[in-house]
């Protein structure tokens, strides 16, 4: 599976600094670690985390009105038991001011759970709505309800219904400046089938990918990588460290 660039870590993409500040930050806790990338209007990537998924408390809000008039959160905590997409979320948000305020609501909780609203500036409208997609796959229930285990890969993305497809990007982590490297996108749908992705733009290539998803990229300066491909939902983010050096480092 390709590796998360945490948000806040976006500027170090040395692959060691990338593995250690996490680590640093898991080490506070006990839980299931796994990574929590979201994607908020128009395709904006809010934030990509590590986390240690445990039992939370989730503070509700009032102006989390969504599902209609009247059904804001009540504003109180509600506890979250276990290692889920939805407390994953919430632990996320603690760490990347981008995820934050979460806007959710209690008001449906003994019929149907928790309902989210927004997260930080992107927030449900009629047409768009939170997907969340667990290692790749839709597991069609709500977030606190979807159980994690160790490694897991979280996802969750304002799009309209139906879904769009996921792109994912496998590139490497080092490279020599100057000098092309391959690296190849594939296209996630919403049961979690997986196929190259055609005509993918990806940051610094030098053509989109073609119908085996791979395409040739140049850099002359560190960066981060990410791909893109008409309406599907943009890829994760991958940093690239050249002869040694990284961004920021």
Request: aromatic share 4%.
């Amino acid at each position: 599976m390709p590796r998360l660039v945490p948000f806040r870590l976006v500027a170090a993409c040395a692959l060691a600094l990338l593995l250690l500040l996490p680590t640093a930050a898991l080490a506070a806790g006990k839980g299931t670690k796994v990574s929590v990338r979201v994607v908020g209007s128009g395709g904006k990537a809010l934030g990509e985390e590590f986390v240690n998924a445990k039992t939370t408390s989730i503070k509700t809000s009032p102006k989390a009105t969504c599902l209609g008039g009247g059904t804001g959160g009540s504003g109180k905590s509600v506890q979250v038991k276990g290692p889920t997409a939805l407390g994953a979320l919430s632990q996320a948000s603690k760490l990347t001011p981008s995820l934050r305020p979460l806007l959710i609501t209690d008001h449906f909780l003994s019929e149907f759970g928790l309902g989210l609203c927004g997260v930080g500036n992107s927030k449900t409208t009629k047409k768009l709505s939170w997907y969340l997609k667990v290692n790749h796959k839709n597991p069609n229930k709500g977030g606190e309800k979807v159980k994690l285990r160790k490694g897991d890969e979280v996802l969750w993305a304002l799009e309209p219904y139906p879904y769009p497809d996921e792109l994912s990007l496998v590139a490497p982590h080092e490279a020599e400046a100057n000098k092309p490297f391959t690296v190849t996108v594939f296209s996630y749908n919403d049961k979690g089938k997986k196929t190259p992705a055609v005509g993918a733009t990806v940051t610094g290539a030098s053509a989109p990918t073609g119908a085996d998803g791979t395409a040739q990229v140049t850099l002359s300066v560190p960066g981060v990588l990410s791909a893109t491909e008409g309406q599907d939902i943009p890829s994760n983010q991958v940093a690239v460290c050249l002869n040694g050096a990284c961004s920021g480092g």
